[in-house]
């Protein structure tokens, strides 16, 4: 294997692992191949922080700091990406790891292996400039972030919780540069919390009748009624503080008539999956359906459930929470006024041209819900460009990184350890 002499071609060559996590199992042969290439190309920071294998495939690297009484800093990203499909209209195959035009084209170029290779690039350079550092650097990488982290990031905190590391914050991904839709404005945003995940079953039982004598009331009907309950009672705006300067003048009734808007300002809960009926001659006497929720912090799964059953109750629906992995709580909001959020923030200025970063919160969930626990903030950012579909960017076809920001996210992390650690 070649190291490949710039940056981006090493990003590049990580791209070409195919490291798919999925819940029905995978290989874990992928990610072996990418830590094989990775030493090759990072050889510092394999032979100074000496990473264990957590899980199967995730890294967890660490660099001793002089002064022990300082807290540790933990840099994440995760290594696993989601399935892509040559056939499914990619303009270059996605596990070839291309770089063109300015542009590192790839499945897991945004989604997170700009982070893992952007991390690694960091600590090399800094390592081979003779960086010593006073507080403890842990570099965690997980392997199955997209399903969950259950082995990646809960092993890897857990062996932390284990020596009874509290790190003064962790960094991970889940803050974008973004043109917000309210305003046009381009501006960076700092993830201070993530939102909540819940999903609900929601039940409608009618009689059974023959579709030559239509009674009023069946269960398809029943559910089209809570379809239209639930979108046209949307829960309360409710911001979090911290990121009221992000909408400035604007009316925030204005903000949240735009969906990006609005999953900023409030919980969400949307129908995503609906059944009922059989054959095409019988009333549909049961169905069900899936509302998907995102707890905006400050509300809870327990105010989101009782909140949707007295509303569906109405209808005779019947509500059920549906426990599984991806069931969270929103995150701790993490404070803007500390010397931690403004390393973050004076990092992410030093990268962003003048462009304004200021405190958001993350819309979906990442592994940092694992990580919080050795952690007393967590921070999310990187100084990437999302174009108007926003975070929908990242699991899309023809997931691609520009050098420029990919340079970016490599100095961003390289300032963020050169000024805390
Ligand atoms: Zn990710």
Known sequence: M????TPEGRLAGCLGFPTVSSREGFSLEPFHGLH????ECWPAVF????????GGASLLFEL???????EPLLLTAHQDVVPADADDGWDHPPFLGLVENGVIHGRGALDFKCGYAG???????????????????????????????AAGAEGMTRLLEDRAVMCAFALDEGGYIHTLPWSGDRTALIGIAEKGYATFSVRAEAEQGHASVPTPVTAA???????????????PLRPPPDIMALFESADLEEVAATSYGSALTRTTATVTVVRSGEKENVLPASGSMLVNCRIIPGESIASVEKRLTDMLARIGLVVTLQRNESLSEPSRVAPVESDEYRV?????????DGIPVLPGIFVAATDSRHYSRVARSVYRFLPVRLDNRGVGMLHSRNEAITIADYHSCVGFYREVVRRFC
Do not use: W
């Open 64 to 70: 001793r700091g002089s002064d022990p009484a300082l």
């Open 36 to 39: 094989k290439y990775s030493r």
């Open 221 to 235: 009907g029943l559910l089209a009624e809570g379809v239209i309950c639930i979108g046209s009672n949307p829960f």
């Open 2 to 5: 070649i190291r490949p002499s």
């Open 344 to 352: 973050v923030r004076d990092a992410a200025r030093l990268v962003c």
């Open 119 to 149: 991390i690694l690039e960091a600590c090399e350079t800094l390592l081979q400039q003779g960086f010593r550092p006073d507080r403890t650097l842990y570099l965690a990488m997980g392997h199955d972030e997209e399903i969950g982290g």
């Open 47 to 54: 032979a100074r922080m000496n990473p264990l294998t957590i």
